[in-house]
């Protein structure tokens, strides 16, 4: 009998340029190495960082990605795949607009590296579909989940995405 060292994971990556320094919404600065005041609940006054989304935007490479409908699928599906492979289970997939959910069970400490995979097997597939330029921005956001309550609440979260136009796919549905 083999122990399952894996846990559940909700992964979140955004498109190239989505989510800037200075951004109205809030932000946080890498290892809140600087104090921030607001985040996207309770977003900073109007201007407050102006300046630093102004700089950012400006040294961005390309235009904010938007990834179209018809390459929502591809991409989901490219990252499920890569998931699957690597031994993840991956339970729903949704992808929007400007990110992408997945809840996937996976080993502790591995979640940025196979997130890393997953987003280099989904562009090389975009690319294989037309896309041109970057796609999704660098690192992404992995939780660990901690209680069953939590999963369902993240799995219930990421297909609610539908009501927004997301392409979702979960676990119970048949493969394409």
């Known amino acids: 009998m083999t122990i ?23 932000f946080r600065t890498r ?3 600087e104090h921030v005041d607001g985040d996207y609940k309770s977003p900073p006054p109007v201007g407050y960082y102006a300046n630093e989304e102004a700089y950012s935007r400006r040294h961005l490479k390309q235009g904010v990605v938007s990834i179209p409908r018809e390459l929502r699928s591809v ?20 992808v929007a607009a400007q ?24 562009w090389f597939i975009a690319r ?21 309550r939590h999963q ?4 219930r979260y990421i297909l609610r995405h539908a009501e927004e136009g997301a392409w979702t796919w979960r676990i119970d549905e048949p493969q394409a």
């Open 75 to 94: 991409i989901g599906t490219a990252i499920r795949m890569r998931f699957t492979e690597l031994g993840a289970l991956p339970t729903c997939v949704a």
């Open 152 to 155: 369902l609440a993240a799995f």
């Open 31 to 33: 290892n809140h190495r």
């Open 4 to 26: 399952d060292n894996r846990l559940w994971h909700h992964i979140v990556v955004t498109t190239y340029g989505a989510w800037v320094r200075g951004d109205p919404r809030g």
């Open 128 to 148: 294989d579909h037309g896309w041109r330029g970057k796609l999704l921005a660098v690192r992404g956001n992995a939780k660990l989940i901690k209680t069953r």
């Open 99 to 122: 990110h992408a959910h997945v809840l996937a069970k996976l080993p502790l400490g591995m979640a940025r590296e196979w997130t890393g995979f997953a987003k280099r097997h989904a």
